[in-house]
């Protein structure tokens, strides 16, 4: 019998990357999945690549945005009306975020970063634990940016950070109703959003880890399966590393912030189907 057969999850920005290498593991696994995506385009190819895997009647789609609380109800809703339970929750959704040195970020973007990357996290948890009654799993994206300096840029890493601490907060209040709480924090791992289009972009950082390969969107997926399953019972409030071994280097093996040093400020709104933007700046 498959690990997750029977189970029905919801997965944030499933339309690509680590969300649809989760939602076809979920699959693969037995599971029932609504994918949400803000990027209409993108979630429609997903549920189409999904049929062609013979997935047809396994997933179902809710378009919007993760940091709009209707929108996330409203996917925690359509898991229950379509598959009358909801059992996982995969908080994945994501963007670059504001980028530059912190003297020069516009307050708009430092808001808009952690509505994406931590306001979605604790909308999901609020909705997702509402619909759960007794028993289910929570995983939300983290990084190992939120881990400690210089892995990303100083808002993505303040609101992974935050991520972390919910995670814990959130174990706390939900064990005894037997919902569990973990994080994953990826390392480098080789999605749209990371390398923008051109793979050359990890070369220098994938250097620094001690294993030899890129990290793909299946090593996340292959954690999230884990966790999602009755394998991790015992497993909440934890973060669980996926980074090939880079963050056991030295503190400082990322070095400084490339973006920082290059002059620039914006705000890198990853796959959503919405503009990134930058500005030069005198540094």
């Given amino acids: 019998m498959k690990r997750l057969e ?3 999850a919801v997965v944030t920005g499933g339309a690509s990357g680590i969300g ?34 013979g997935h047809a009647e396994a997933v179902d789609l809710v378009c919007g945005d993760v940091a709009d609380e209707a929108h996330v109800a409203d996917a925690m809703d359509r898991a229950i009306d379509r598959w009358g339970r ?15 040195s912190l003297l020069e970020t516009a307050v708009e973007d430092w808001d808009q970063t952690f509505a994406y990357l931590t306001r979605s996290v604790f909308l999901g948890i609020k909705h997702a634990g509402k619909r759960m009654g007794e028993g289910g799993s929570i995983i ?3 990084s190992i940016a939120g881990l400690g300096g210089g892995a990303g840029s100083h ?16 174990a706390m209040e939900l064990g005894p109703r037997r919902i ?33 390969d890129t990290g793909q969107p299946a090593d996340i997926a292959a954690a ?12 909440t409030g ?16 990322l070095g400084d912030n490339s973006m920082l040093l290059a002059g620039r400020t914006g705000m890198n709104r990853g796959s959503t189907g919405l503009k990134s933007g930058f500005r030069n700046t005198d540094r």
């Avoid at 803000?38 to 189409?48: M, P, R, S």
């Avoid at 999230?224 to 497993?235: K, P």
């Avoid at 590393?241 to 030295?250: H, K, P």
């Fill in 140 to 142: 939300a994206t983290a």
């Fill in 86 to 100: 909801l059992d996982i929750a995969f908080l994945n959704a994501g963007v670059g975020g504001a980028f530059g």
């Fill in 180 to 212: 569990r709480v973990n994080a994953i924090a990826p390392g480098v791992i080789s999605t749209p959003l990371a390398h923008r289009g051109k793979e050359s972009n990890l070369e220098a950082l994938c250097a620094r880890q001690p294993w030899p």
């Fill in 20 to 53: 649809f290498a989760s939602v076809e593991r979920l699959a693969a696994e037995g599971a029932r999945v609504v994918i949400t995506d803000l990027n209409e385009a993108t979630g429609k190819a997903a549920v189409q690549r999904m049929a062609d895997a």
């Fill in 238 to 253: 934890e973060t669980v590393t996926v980074d090939g071994g880079l963050r056991a280097r030295s503190s400082d093996v």
């Fill in 155 to 170: 808002g993505y890493s303040a609101a992974k950070a935050a991520v972390i601490s919910l995670t814990r907060t959130a």
């Fill in 224 to 235: 999230l399966a884990f966790l999602a399953s009755d394998d991790a019972r015992f497993v």
């Fill in 6 to 8: 029977g189970r029905v």
